[in-house]
Each structure stands twice: as C-alpha cells, then as structure tokens.
C-alpha cells in the first residue's frame, strides 16, 4: 500500500509540473515572503500577468 500511495503521489507531482500547477503554489510562496501586505493575486490574474510579461519579453524575429 505504501509504495503505491508513493507512486501516486510522484505521479501526482510530475502531473503537476507539466501542467503549471506548482508554478502558481510556487509564485504564491514567493509573493507572501516578500511582499506579506500585499493581496495576492487570483489564479486568472496570475495568468494574465504571466502571459503579458512572456509576449513583452519576446525577442523580435527576423522571419
């Protein structure tokens, strides 16, 4: 039983990685150790905030 409860938990955390999951617990860690007054932002705002940042800091292409 127990190395099934471990494999599905290691399934569980790899499912978690590919989806971005972790990456929003991970950002909401960070957000409360270094700004703790601040409101923390929901997961659509995270989101959004995430997607602008990535499309302004896209190198220009040449094709």
Known sequence: MRTVRKALGAALWYARELTGEAEYDRYCERHRRHHPHAPLPTR??????????????????CC
């Open 44 to 61: 659509r705002e995270y989101e959004r905030i995430r997607t602008e940042h990535r499309e302004q800091d896209t190198p220009s292409r």
